[in-house]
């Protein structure tokens, strides 16, 4: 079996909780491949050794996960443009020859996850806000720009963090927000965003008001455990069509499945059942 069975995996500290194994391990079976995607719990320290011994190991590849996503960038041989635009990986490919490169899918996951509740939603159909600016914003900034989003908004408990991401990604369109104007800068947005970790399991909710948001406008949350954070709960009582961090997930992980297993793999309801059922 060796020479036809491939490995991938991912690698974060901690990593139990990922649900990664159990997504790339689902379609392994579906689609009747030979190999295994594993949990690689591997210390910040030991990021470097751990990435130069996919190759040793015979890995086709992996996912990084918090906190490796940035500092992985220069422990490849090459990144992708969008990786370096986003400043972190949050995949590795290995070439059969033992080329290591990086990408980054996490941003266009998420947009292709919008699309699918909202397939006629366009970056450019009005003002965007993202509360957070850590390294998944990073990700959302830089996939909107690059489908058209004419001015975001980011909103950051700590102004200094947005107004840098502001700066490096593209000042003229991503301005910068104090976290006390957070509810008084949302009253004419097309699509509104958490990307802080308020509302995920163990975390108090994300403290904002929504009474000025247009009804119209999308609400997605990156968070997927839980399914609905309050901040989700609170915008679809109102009206509003909400998107949990779950199709990010499935979207991120397909391209990177193909780049390893040869399969572009599909997002089917069983596969969200199975991810979802590791909830209850
Ligand atoms: P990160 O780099 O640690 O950034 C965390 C962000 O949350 C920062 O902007 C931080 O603000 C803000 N924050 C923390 N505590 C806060 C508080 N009490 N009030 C207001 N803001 C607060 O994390 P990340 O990697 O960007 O991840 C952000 C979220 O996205 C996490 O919940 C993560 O699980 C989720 N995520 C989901 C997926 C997916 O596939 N669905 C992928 C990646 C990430 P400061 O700058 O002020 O500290």
Not at 136 to 142: E, K, N, P
Request: proline share 7%; glycine share 10%; hydrophobic share 45%.
């Amino acid at each position: 079996m060796a020479g036809d069975f491939i490995l991938a995996g991912v690698m974060g500290w901690p990593i139990a909780q990922s649900r990664s194994p159990i997504l790339h391990n689902y379609w392994i079976e579906k689609y009747k491949l030979n190999g295994r995607y594993v949990p690689l719990a591997v210390k910040p320290e030991n990021l470097g050794d751990a990435i130069r011994g996919l190759r040793g190991l015979g890995f086709r590849g992996c996912n990084l996960t918090m906190p490796h996503k940035q500092m992985a960038m220069a422990m490849v041989d090459r990144v992708t443009d969008t990786a370096k635009r986003v400043g972190a990986v949050n995949c590795i490919v290995v070439e059969p020859d033992g080329e290591m490169w990086g990408t980054n899918n996490d941003g266009k996951g998420w947009y292709l996850s919008l699309l699918e509740v909202a397939p006629s939603w366009k970056p450019a159909d009005g003002p965007i806000a993202i509360l957070g600016a850590g390294g998944a914003a990073r990700g959302l900034l830089v996939t909107l720009i690059e489908n058209g989003a004419k001015e975001i908004r980011l909103i950051n408990r700590t102004f200094e963090k947005a107004e840098k991401l502001a700066k490096d990604i593209d000042p003229s369109i991503v301005k910068p927000i104090t976290w006390e104007k957070r509810a008084d800068v949302i009253g004419d947005v097309a699509l509104l965003t958490n990307s802080t970790d308020q509302g995920f399991v163990g975390k108090p909710a994300l403290d904002i008001s929504l009474d000025k948001l247009p009804k119209q406008a999308l609400v997605s949350d990156l968070i997927y455990t839980p399914p609905e954070t309050p901040f989700l709960a609170a915008a679809r009582a109102r009206g509003n069509v909400t998107v949990n961090g779950l199709g990010m997930l499935l979207h991120q992980a397909r391209p990177a499945f193909e780049a390893w297993f040869g399969v572009m793999p599909e997002i089917t309801p069983d596969l969200r059942a199975a991810i979802m059922a590791t909830f209850k």
